[in-house]
């Protein structure tokens, strides 16, 4: 990461394509919009578009934009986003979910910077830095013949990766406590919160399959829900952990040690309890579960037999000097 903010202004002083790989949270769109935001460019517009998030015919208008009467319902003409972002940058997210069938015509405009709009006999030349993104493998897909080999090599000009949050471990309290202020501040509630040495156990086993924006969302989630005058536990963290799961079904791979889910569920149902002095209505509340769940999951892990049998509750204001 320290190697790839030092590359940010030379990416930014340049004008060739940029393409940013990584997995699916890691911080894509921000490098792309830091890279713009550190160049020449600056004082221009930044426009992105997904091309995962449209079918190839909307995704074609949208890049392009249409003459009026190109189709049915284009009732006036619409410059496309590669023409509101001239003497600025064109960030093309999921680059790899493009259609193949129009993959043609990016790569002539990439080649010159002209244009024709759909249904328009005018070509249109535009001055545009081209950012794009993707969490898929484009060698690989060039190889299944899904990705066209002449636009891979025409994109690859600049190649930056951003690596998973599980790969940059020393980084997750820091990450975290930025986010639980960012989150604090938006609304009315307590400014200022501890994390508790389990919470942050937790967050530093948990393997993120959804990098950084699986811990800002954790964290906006636990700035949410901690009551006044109380330490942020991994009850108010590991319901968000576990709802989130793993990208398109795969497993979670731990980054070295990692608790199971049996010794998750069990620090987290000791800590719970022992905030909540054993109180099971709030302990369920606390967790998002059903109080016969509580009593279920206390038999199972031999929890409430005796006074102090939940974790004892330990302060941690300070993650950044814990590393």
Request: charged letters at 25%.
């Amino acid at each position: 990461m320290a190697l790839l903010a030092r590359q940010i202004p030379k990416l930014a002083s340049s004008n060739h394509t940029v393409v940013i790989t990584g997995e699916s949270g890691t911080g894509k769109s921000r490098l792309a919009r830091s890279i713009h935001d550190s160049g020449p460019r600056a004082k221009g517009t930044f426009v992105s578009i997904s091309c995962a998030a449209l079918p190839r015919e909307l995704l074609e208008s949208e890049l392009f934009g249409h003459e009026r009467g190109a189709f049915s319902g284009a009732m006036r003409q619409k410059p496309g986003r590669v023409e509101l972002a001239h003497r600025g940058t064109l960030f093309l997210d999921e680059i790899g979910d493009m259609p193949l069938e129009l993959q043609p015509k990016l790569l002539t405009f990439l080649q010159d910077r002209t244009f024709f709009r759909i249904g328009g006999r005018e070509l249109l030349e535009v001055d545009v830095r081209l950012i794009a993104a993707t969490n898929r493998d484009l060698s690989r897909m060039v190889r299944d013949g899904t990705f066209r080999e002449d636009l891979f090599f025409r994109l690859s000009v600049l190649p930056a990766h951003i690596p998973p949050l599980r790969e940059r471990q020393n980084e997750i309290p820091v990450l975290a406590l930025s986010f639980l202020k960012a989150a604090l501040a938006e609304f009315d509630g307590p400014k200022e919160v501890a994390l508790s040495h389990e919470a942050l156990d937790l967050l530093l086993t948990h393997p993120w399959p959804g990098n950084i924006r699986e811990l800002e969302n954790a964290m906006f989630r636990a700035a949410t829900l901690v009551e006044p005058g109380h330490d942020i536990g991994p009850e108010l963290i590991t319901p968000a952990l576990l709802d989130g799961g793993a990208p398109d079904g795969e497993p979670l791979q731990p980054a070295g040690e990692i608790l199971s889910l049996a010794e998750m569920e069990k620090k987290a149902l000791a800590r719970a309890l022992d905030h909540h002095a054993g109180h099971k209505p709030s302990v369920a509340a606390a967790l998002g579960i059903s109080e016969k769940s509580v009593y279920n999951m206390m038999r199972r892990h031999g929890l409430g037999k005796s006074p102090g049998s939940g974790l004892a509750k330990v302060r941690f204001t300070n993650p950044e000097k814990s590393q």
